[in-house]
């Protein structure tokens, strides 16, 4: 089943002599429980696609499909796009955009409790991700007070708490080493196996690339 | 987890400091509103702990508080024979400026018919007065205690008991003497000064030579007399068989074409309007504009904790909160600060009220009230930041680190 479609998705920035075109007819199809990959040099679009996807970037017309409701259409269809990201989404950006104030137990559980689940429950099954990711001793401690890579996974278990349909991870191995990085991957791997997601990471890093089930290339706004 | 805590607990000692700065100004309004239920009391207290239903004063004046008044104690029969009179009594009222240690103080003296009406309401100390000389009750305000002696006039007088809350109009503490007593302290003059009347008496008679000697002499005794009697009120108030009979009672007085004739009621409205109209207004102006002070700082501090935390609302809207969570976590911490400031300020009045020089009422429903509009100007102040809020581009937080 298609859970991700994107057709002939156009994004341009600015007007004028300052217009960049970071989008051309860019067509995405992702399976449930597939693995896919975008890769492409700096500036290629692969962010932009991704914001678009997760309606947090306005693209400039195409068509953009999740799980069977069509978000946008030439112009935003009028879904509630933050319902949609908080029941069926799960993002993962570089900056791991954890809320600072809240412990990494806490950051992990407000995601359950914005879908309704109680206090109790939410914190016991943030606990249990985050045990599966090997952070359970640092759940009182605050954003601030762990270390890059230990915030990244904090990022990718808040973003596999809701059990989403759809992870969006950009560069999620960027800023962390080879074994890091590979351990990362195999948690996205495992991700799209057991919870039957469909996972989407955009990377520029070739070490990265094995075990997807497909590679999306992209370059200056156009997907090969 | 709630969000409004925690983000405040990044900001403990900026959200603290403001709840005390808030606090204080609403001490500063509820001590105005203590102040002005004060100004009503002090105002009225008179009337009010005078069990009379009908004022007499002087013709054409609006005595005896706003204005002064004076009328022969003895019209008190006259009025006393009125039909629906029960009783009648004269009543005197003088500031006095006395010297109560090395400091000067003020004090209100009533003087009443022992036995008549208008004497100290209720005893809270001591006992009332029960001779007719040299015996003084006084309010606890003014300080003394019983069996300390006060100098008014040429006498000194014992204070017997202490009464409880009584007032001046304007707040000064009461005390109170037989109106004997009150017509010595406010008339009686010191030996001089009744040796130079005499003589410009006498010399006034004497300078009428046409006069049978006979006849001046006893002219000059009666001019005398007249010149120092003192038997004079400054009202005479009349308890009535009932109370609905003021009305008839006051015209029918007023027929003899000789005093003025207020009922309670009206007298109260004297009161109101003369001592405590003007203050009514500005105390509404100030503490007007102390709320809308109060408004100000919470909408600022408000907007500037909503300004830090800009790129966290917009990851919340990444990972897909509603508005609603986002609009609930300001309008919580508006909220936080406005009853935190409220407590701080009840806390504060309530301990200090009874160090206020003038009397301070504190009542229930002035409370609710200002409880009431400190959540409405919370709502209000957090619209600004609530603003800011919902417009923040959920992208904000993809940039920088
Ligand atoms: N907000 C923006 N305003 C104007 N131009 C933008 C904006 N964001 C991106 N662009 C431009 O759009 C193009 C695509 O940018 P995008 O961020 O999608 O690239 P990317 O493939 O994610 O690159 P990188 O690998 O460096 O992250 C670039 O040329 C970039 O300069
Ligand atoms: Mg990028």
């Given at each position: ?10 994004k341009?920035y600015?007007?004028g002599?300052?217009q960049?075109?970071?989008?051309v ?5 992702v399976?449930?429980?597939?693995l ?5 040099p ?5 962010t932009t ?9 306005e693209?400039t017309?195409g068509?953009?499909?999740?799980d ?9 269809t ?6 949609v990201?908080?029941?069926k989404?799960?993002v993962i950006?570089?900056?791991?955009n ?5 412990t ?5 559980a407000?995601?359950l409790?914005?879908?309704?689940v109680?206090?109790q429950?939410?914190?016991g099954r ?7 990711l ?6 009182q401690?605050?954003?601030s007070e ?5 915030r990244?996974r ?8 809701n059990?989403?349909?759809v ?13 890091r ?9 495992k991700?799209?196996?057991e919870k039957?997601a469909?996972?989407i990471?955009v ?9 997807f089930?497909?590679i ?5 706004g156009r997907?090969q | 987890?709630?969000?409004a805590?925690r983000d405040?607990?990044r900001h403990k ?5 403001t709840?005390?700065g ?5 001490t500063v309004?509820m001590?105005m509103?203590?102040?002005y239920?004060?100004l009503i009391?002090d ?10 239903q009908?004022w007499v ?6 005595g ?9 104690e003895?019209?008190?029969y006259?009025i006393?024979a009125?039909k ?8 005197s009222?003088q ?5 109560r240690?090395n400091?000067?103080a ?13 004497g100290?309401?209720a005893?809270a100390?001591g ?9 003084i009750v006084?309010?606890?305000?003014s ?7 006060i ?8 204070v017997?008991?202490l009464?409880r ?13 037989s109106?004997?007593d009150?017509?010595?302290?406010q ?5 001089d ?9 006498i010399a006034t008679?004497?300078?009428?030579n046409?006069?049978?000697p ?19 009120a400054?009202?005479i108030?009349?308890?009535l ?18 005093y ?5 009621e009206q ?8 001592f ?5 207004k500005?105390l509404?102006?100030?503490r ?16 500037t904790?909503?300004?830090?935390k800009l790129r966290?609302?917009a990851?919340?809207?990444i ?10 976590m ?12 409220f407590?701080?300020?009840y806390?504060?009045i309530?301990?200090t009220?009874?160090?206020y020089?003038r009397?301070v009422?504190?009542q229930?429903l002035?409370?609710?009230v200002l409880f009431?509009i400190?959540?409405v100007?919370c709502?209000l102040?957090?619209?600004l930041g609530i603003w800011?809020a ?10 920088g680190?």
């Amino acid at each position: 089943m298609e859970v991700v479609r994107v057709d002939n998705l156009t994004k341009v920035y600015g007007r004028g002599d300052t217009q960049t075109v970071a989008l051309v007819d860019a067509n995405l199809r992702v399976q449930q429980g597939e693995l896919v990959a975008l890769l492409g040099p700096s500036g290629s679009g692969k962010t932009t696609l991704l914001t678009s996807i997760c309606c947090i970037n306005e693209p400039t017309r195409g068509r953009i499909e999740l799980d069977g409701t069509c978000v946008y259409d030439d112009g935003w269809t009028g879904v509630d796009v933050r319902a949609v990201r908080r029941q069926k989404m799960g993002v993962i950006f570089q900056a791991y955009n954890l809320i600072p104030f809240l412990t990494v137990l806490e950051n992990v559980a407000l995601i359950l409790t914005l879908n309704g689940v109680g206090q109790q429950e939410a914190q016991g099954r943030a606990l249990e991700l985050l045990e599966y990711l090997e952070m359970e001793s640092r759940w009182q401690r605050y954003p601030s007070e762990i270390s890059g890579g230990e915030r990244q996974r904090v990022a990718i278990a808040r973003a596999l708490a809701n059990n989403p349909k759809v992870l969006l991870a950009d560069e999620p191995t960027a800023a962390l080493d080879t074994a890091r990085g590979k351990i990362v991957m195999s948690l996205l791997r495992k991700l799209s196996r057991e919870k039957e997601a469909a996972v989407i990471v955009v990377t520029h890093d070739e070490r990265m690339v094995e075990g997807f089930d497909r590679i999306y290339n992209i370059a200056d706004g156009r997907i090969q | 987890m709630n969000l409004a805590v925690r983000d405040i607990r990044r900001h403990k000692i900026r959200f603290l400091l403001t709840c005390v700065g808030l606090g204080l100004l609403l001490t500063v309004v509820m001590a105005m509103s203590g102040i002005y239920r004060g100004l009503i009391n002090d105002a009225t207290e008179v009337v009010d702990a005078t069990p009379a239903q009908i004022w007499v004063v002087q013709k054409d004046t609006r005595g005896p508080f706003a204005e002064s008044s004076r009328l022969p104690e003895d019209i008190e029969y006259s009025i006393s024979a009125v039909k629906g009179v029960r009783r009648a009594s004269p009543v005197s009222f003088q500031y006095v400026q006395i010297q109560r240690g090395n400091k000067p103080a003020r004090l209100f003296l009533i003087g009443y018919k022992l036995g008549g009406i208008g004497g100290p309401p209720a005893i809270a100390a001591g006992r009332t007065i029960t001779k007719k000389h040299y015996e003084i009750v006084v309010d606890r305000k003014s300080g003394y205690a019983v069996g300390d002696t006060i100098r008014l006039g040429l006498e000194a007088y014992n204070v017997v008991g202490l009464t409880r809350g009584m007032t001046s109009p304007s707040g000064d503490a009461a005390a109170f003497v037989s109106l004997a007593d009150a017509q010595i302290i406010q008339f009686q003059l010191d030996n001089d000064a009744i040796r130079n009347n005499r003589q410009r008496v006498i010399a006034t008679f004497t300078a009428l030579n046409s006069m049978n000697p006979f006849m001046r002499e006893k002219a000059t005794n009666k001019a005398l007399a007249a010149a120092e009697n003192s038997h004079f009120a400054n009202a005479i108030v009349a308890e009535l068989d009932d109370a609905s009979l003021a009305p008839e009672v006051a015209r029918y007085i007023r027929r003899w074409n000789h005093y003025q004739v207020f009922s309670a009621e009206q007298e109260r409205e004297l009161l109101l309007k003369g001592f405590i109209e003007k203050s009514q207004k500005q105390l509404w102006l100030f503490r007007t504009i102390l709320v809308v002070v109060s408004g100000v700082i919470i909408a600022l501090i408000i907007y500037t904790l909503t300004m830090d935390k800009l790129r966290e609302i917009a990851t919340l809207k990444i990972i897909g909160a509603p508005d609603r969570t986002i609009v609930n976590m300001i309008l919580q911490q508006s909220l936080l600060l406005g009853v935190m400031g409220f407590a701080v300020g009840y806390v504060v009045i309530t301990q200090t009220y009874a160090m206020y020089p003038r009397t301070v009422l504190l009542q229930t429903l002035d409370m609710v009230v200002l409880f009431a509009i400190v959540v409405v100007i919370c709502v209000l102040a957090s619209i600004l930041g609530i603003w800011r809020a919902l417009k923040v581009d959920p992208a904000t937080a993809l940039s920088g680190g």
